[in-house]
């Protein structure tokens, strides 16, 4: 067996020493993780970077060994980069990222990389290494988050004067401005972001210096060293460093949330593009054909971003359910994290481009939505003008209730019911100009002033707000 003893042999190994056998074939399939964790090749570079600067700033490096292994890693680092840009993927046969990286280095900085290790064990390394790829990550979603939410802004302000039905249950409720709709969204990818960048003061402690367990034995300076790296300080414990995830349950589960909210937002998108509704018009480049029926437009990237929130909401279980029976502190189930968080954040990614590109390139038919609009969708203004003349809220809508029943029996709607039908259930409904002013659809809206109402001048303040904090640094 190769180890690091032996590193002339094709597997360099950070262990086995007082193993006679080489790992079982199905072992290693169930092991090996190089083909996940060479994505963090940077950070596992920059991390040992690090490791290597406090080793020779605490006297356990001397200078040229420093020197050797610091070149050394801009070697490997740009080799990495290299292979991976002309092929996609590392040909090395070892099991991990940091073996890939420890063998590599031995070519360019001989013995000296035998102890670049010294004091750190591959718990806290790959604490690490996730971490890091976590903060640089994490400012990707945020900024696709942020462009979505401008988009929405700036449709919001173009289509400011589309109004179109507003639903609760899936009926019809009571008209709004269509930017209202779009803003209502907004606000939910708003929250996320802030929740996103929430969690960087919690992820950003650094692991490294905390060995397998207990610590490390040699006299460093962690605090310096986090610094060094990034970070904005360091873990308290050394066996929550290494055993902790909960960073990326927290991440799955803002990812699950996330997804729900563009799940939430498509539902709503292919409901309005059906030919039902069809006051939304999705673009060629975000709806498909159907094999057989040539007529067919369907709206699968919105149906596929619906279908990857139950993907994201699974994953966020799957590492929570792992978590929950672990002894403390490393066990090799832990190796799963990071195949499940590059997973939901590639998935989680990809959503966010073709929800933005979705959004940006529909069409909105303002004259469908306009016609999708009935009266008995402003029963409630009815309710309103009763309650402004001194009638009870609730002996109001009964009112307007008893006019809804009387106009299903004479086979119309609340806009052509006789006059005397309405004073003959309720006087203070009074001159038929009064009732008759009440069917505006414009005039509906605009009742609503108050703040996140959908009055124009509260949507417009929705969107300067919206503005004003995509514009803060």
Request: proline share 3%; glycine share 6%; charged share 25%.
């Amino acid at each position: 067996m190769a180890s690091v003893a032996n590193v002339s042999n094709d597997r360099y190994q950070l262990w086995g020493g007082c193993f006679a056998e080489e790992p079982s074939d199905a072992l290693r399939r169930l092991n090996d993780s190089l083909a996940v964790d060479c994505r963090m090749f940077r950070e596992d570079i920059s991390g040992s970077q690090g490791w290597a600067l406090e080793l020779h700033r605490s006297g356990h490096l001397n200078d040229d060994d420093y020197l050797a292994i610091k070149q050394g890693l801009q070697k490997v680092a740009q080799e990495i980069e290299d292979e991976l840009c002309k092929y996609g993927k590392l040909s090395d046969i070892e099991e991990d990222i940091h073996s890939v990286v420890e063998r590599r280095l031995h070519k360019h900085a001989g013995d000296a990389a035998l102890k670049l290790h010294t004091a750190r064990s591959r718990n806290d390394q790959s604490a690490t290494d996730t971490r890091l790829w976590m903060l640089a990550s994490f400012q990707k979603l945020s900024d696709a988050l942020k462009d979505l939410i401008a988009i929405l802004a700036n449709r919001a302000e173009k289509e400011i004067n589309i109004i179109t039905p507003g639903y609760t249950h899936l009926q019809r409720a009571q008209p709004i401005r269509w930017s209202q709709f779009l803003l209502s969204h907004a606000w939910a990818f708003h929250g996320d972001v802030t929740r996103l960048e929430e969690q960087n003061k919690r992820l950003s402690i650094c692991p490294l210096g905390s060995g397998a367990l207990a610590g490390c034995a040699l006299p460093i300076d962690r605090t310096r060293l986090a610094h060094s790296l990034g970070f904005q300080g360091v873990t308290p414990n050394s066996m929550f460093a290494v055993s902790s995830r909960d960073h990326i349950v927290e991440f799955l589960n803002w990812s699950a949330l996330c997804g729900v909210h563009l799940s939430r937002m498509s539902e709503d998108l292919i409901i309005y593009s059906s030919q039902e509704f069809g006051t939304v018009r999705l673009s060629d480049q975000f709806s498909t054909g159907s094999s057989l029926m040539p007529q067919k437009r369907n709206p699968d990237g919105l149906e596929l971003v619906r279908g990857a929130a139950a993907l994201l909401l699974a994953d966020s279980v799957a590492v929570i359910s792992t978590l929950k029976g672990l002894p403390s502190t490393y066990n090799k189930d832990l190796q799963s994290d990071k195949e499940i968080l590059f997973r939901s954040y590639d998935k989680l990614a990809d959503c966010l481009k073709v929800i933005n590109g979705t959004i940006a390139t529909l069409e909105v038919n303002a004259e469908k939505a306009l016609g999708t609009l009935e009266p008995t969708m402003l029963a409630t203004d009815l309710a309103h003008l009763l309650v402004r003349r001194g009638v009870p809220f609730r002996r109001a809508h009964h009112h307007v209730g008893a006019l809804l029943r009387r106009a299903a029996e004479l086979g119309t709607d609340l806009l052509n019911l006789p006059h005397h039908e309405y004073t003959s259930i309720c006087p203070e409904f009074g001159k038929e100009t009064d009732v008759q002013s009440i069917f505006s659809w414009e005039a509906s809206v605009e009742q609503y002033t108050s703040l996140g109402g959908t009055a124009k001048s509260a949507v417009e303040h929705q969107i300067s707000l919206l503005r004003r904090w995509l514009q803060q640094p």
